[in-house]
């Protein structure tokens, strides 16, 4: 049975929450999803029930939620579009790096399975998003090899791999990281770590850059020989 038609967004929003956390390896709880979709824990639960009503989550152990074989296609499906329309903002028409997936949230539930094919070509089928999240094809969704930037030493030198996907909905985190000029595929070099005072300071191009360690658990990076 094929369900997406019948969709609203705010269910696929739902369905693309819960595959994104399943990628970053979360298990997906009540308030958990709450907590990523500013929503209340009522709100979540009668949301999760329709799901669960028309087969696309099921809930385990601890009511953690699962997305069942029709769930999981049909957030593949949202995801992919949503990256897809990400690199088309960016690359094609020049909205901002930090903006770009607030856009693609809007337009992702109106994008046709053909729409979805023409932007994949059109775009050359890359491979991931803006911010270096896999976009998903036929295959499993992996995560590139990486580590959060917070648990580098001191001295390090790093390339940025990708932003999590949870730190995408914080406007202004990903306007601190443009601005700073923390995008996929630049190397830093990690100049101090000071757990005391919560913080990591990066060596750039720019100049330091004094990140939070909380902000630094968003990015994951790779480390640089020499």
């Given at each position: 049975?094929?369900?997406?038609?019948?969709?609203?967004?705010?269910?696929?929003?739902?369905?693309?929450?819960?595959?994104?956390?399943?990628?970053?390896?979360?298990?997906?709880?009540?308030?958990?999803?709450?907590?990523?979709?500013?929503?209340?824990?009522?709100?979540?639960?009668?949301?999760?029930?329709?799901?669960?009503?028309?087969?696309?989550?099921?809930?385990?152990?601890?009511?953690?939620?699962?997305?069942?074989?029709?769930?999981?296609?049909e957030a593949r499906t949202v995801v992919r579009r949503h990256r897809l329309l990400e690199v088309l903002l960016t690359e094609v028409l020049g909205v901002d790096w930090a903006e770009c997936h607030e856009e693609a949230c809007l337009l992702?539930?109106?994008?046709?399975?053909?729409?979805?094919?023409?932007?994949?070509?059109?775009?050359?089928?890359?491979?991931?998003?803006?911010?270096?999240?896999?976009?998903?094809?036929?295959?499993?969704?992996?995560?590139?090899?990486?580590?959060?930037?917070?648990?580098?030493?001191?001295?390090?030198?790093?390339?940025?791999?990708?932003?999590?996907?949870?730190?995408?909905?914080?406007?202004?985190?990903?306007?601190?990281?443009?601005?700073?000029?923390?995008?996929?595929?630049?190397?830093?070099?990690?100049?101090?770590?000071?757990?005391?005072?919560?913080?990591?300071?990066?060596?750039?191009?720019?100049?330091?850059?004094?990140?939070?360690?909380?902000?630094?658990?968003?990015?994951?990076?790779?480390?640089?020989?020499?």
């Open positions: 049975m094929t369900v997406h038609n019948e969709l609203t967004p705010r269910a696929e929003e739902y369905l693309e929450a819960i595959l994104n956390m399943k990628i970053e390896g979360k298990t997906v709880q009540q308030a958990r999803l709450a907590e990523r979709l500013r929503v209340s824990a009522p709100t979540v639960s009668g949301a999760l029930g329709r799901l669960a009503r028309d087969g696309l989550i099921r809930f385990g152990p601890g009511k953690a939620v699962t997305l069942t074989e029709a769930g999981e296609r992702e539930h109106a994008t046709s399975e053909r729409l979805e094919r023409k932007l994949a070509e059109r775009l050359g089928n890359p491979e991931s998003c803006p911010h270096g999240n896999p976009i998903p094809g036929d295959g499993e969704i992996v995560l590139p090899d990486a580590v959060q930037l917070s648990t580098v030493l001191a001295g390090s030198r790093v390339r940025v791999v990708r932003i999590s996907e949870e730190a995408t909905l914080d406007l202004e985190l990903m306007r601190l990281l443009e601005r700073k000029r923390i995008l996929p595929g630049r190397i830093v070099q990690v100049r101090e770590v000071a757990p005391s005072a919560g913080t990591i300071t990066l060596q750039t191009e720019e100049g330091g850059v004094p990140l939070g360690t909380q902000v630094a658990t968003s990015v994951w990076v790779t480390p640089v020989d020499g």
